[in-house]
């Protein structure tokens, strides 16, 4: 059988440890070296990227999130143990694990890890479809001549580069598709390499919870059950007809899914909807002034975000929850896209202002949508406002600044409110 060693690279046959360098860190299997479509997951990135930065937290669980109404980005392994997860609120995390240590989230900085990785990425294939900052579907197909090993070798050597030159780790799923590489990259984390070949495809995906496949949230879940569905083995006892009238293009999508069964194409063009950011208070709020200061804050994570994807947004949208829960959104289509945060948090705010919408407010959000790469941007002047141009420079180069000495380099004053 295949095998190949993920420390030195060494590909041999199956065996208890490599015999190149007795490493007991290998992954065997039948179709090792015939697949090509992987998908790649950092480990905890953000809450990586923090230990990284300060070995004081090595050994702590650290939760990276918001305040005790907010919610958890993403949390370390060591907090996994106590049951904290990522979107659990705050207090409950806390709750779970009142010994952690809760870290604000840096986006810029995970943003620039992000890149790098990117780019270790780029000298593999040009077929790489970013889901978020830390995870990416790969299509290596056809690459075996070029790099003269297989795709598998040259995932191992792409995670091998990141935890050696960054200092963080990933997890890699190796199938003959995408829905069937999300899932095995899932299989073994942290630091884990898991195949789903197609010999063992069904019998891999029977006895599995409809819940494995990709989308499936607890509303489906809990329609699926209403069925009678709990298991693939289950869904794949229904008749095609049957799952489409039931279910509508969602039953479809299920029928092909439960049989292993996706047809996409690994794309680089894929690119996110939206780009958001949303705080929930502490204590509800009306004041103008603090919620001026957050939709400034707000406006610059959007702005760093939409940078980091080399992404601009056609339209800006402000969302707003009172404390009873109930939400008001608003939007504004711009003349042209933008990914400059003076001018996304001027239209954020022009909407807070018409929106005449009463407070106190237990949370606030500004997105970017309608998004455009980041050429399309920024390019022609506002008759209205003749300093945006002088503003939109002034930027740049405190970018420029943050980027070499740190988020906090410079800060504007409304920040601080």
């Known amino acids: 059988m295949p095998a190949l060693c993920r420390d030195c690279l060494t590909t041999f046959d199956h065996a208890a440890r490599c015999p190149s360098c007795r490493s007991p860190r290998i992954v065997s299997h039948p179709e090792l070296f015939d697949l090509s479509i992987a998908h790649m997951d950092c480990d905890a990135f953000y809450a990586s990227v923090e230990k990284r930065d300060d070995p004081g937290l090595a050994d702590k669980p650290v939760i990276v999130g918001g305040g005790t109404r907010g919610v958890v980005s993403t949390c370390c392994y060591i907090a996994r143990i106590s049951g904290v997860r990522s979107a659990m609120p705050m207090f409950q995390a806390l709750k779970l694990c009142p010994q952690a240590v809760v870290v604000k989230p840096r986006i810029a900085a995970y943003a620039e890890e992000s890149r790098k990785i990117r780019a270790m990425m780029e000298e593999l294939t040009p077929d790489i479809e970013p889901l978020s900052l830390d995870e990416a579907f790969i299509d290596l197909s056809g ?238 002047g506002d008759l209205l406002d003749p300093d945006a141009g002088k503003r939109a420079k002034a930027e740049r180069a405190a970018d420029a600044i943050r980027a070499k000495f740190g988020k906090d380099a410079i800060i504007k004053g409304r920040a601080l409110r």
């Open 143 to 380: 690459t075996a001549r070029l790099h003269g090993a297989p795709p598998a070798v040259m995932l191992a050597r792409l995670v091998r580069r990141m935890e050696t030159e960054l200092g963080l780790t990933g997890s890699i799923g190796l199938s003959h598709n995408k829905f069937l590489a999300k899932i095995a990259s899932d299989l073994d984390k942290p630091k884990g390499f898991s195949v789903i070949g197609r010999a063992e495809t069904q019998g891999f995906l029977e006895p599995r919870p409809v819940r494995i496949i990709w989308g499936v949230g607890t509303a489906t879940q809990a329609a699926l059950e209403a069925a009678g569905i709990r298991t693939i083995a289950d869904l794949r006892r229904w008749e095609r007809v049957d799952l489409v009238a039931r279910f509508g293009s969602m039953g479809d999508r299920l029928y092909h899914l439960a049989r292993g069964q996706d047809q996409r194409r690994v794309s680089r063009d894929e690119r996110p909807k939206s780009i958001g950011k949303e705080t929930t208070f502490h204590e509800d709020t009306g004041d103008p002034d603090i919620l001026d200061g957050h939709i400034w804050r707000l406006a610059e994570q959007v702005a760093d975000r939409a940078k980091a994807r080399r992404l601009a947004g056609r339209t800006v949208v402000l969302k707003l929850k009172r404390e009873d829960f109930q939400s008001v959104t608003r939007r504004h289509a711009l003349g042209d896209a933008t990914q400059i945060a003076d001018r996304i948090y001027r239209e954020a705010r022009d909407l807070f202002d018409k929106a005449g919408a009463k407070g106190p407010f237990r949370l606030i959000g500004v997105a970017l949508a309608d998004l455009v790469d980041e050429d399309q941007a920024d390019r022609s």
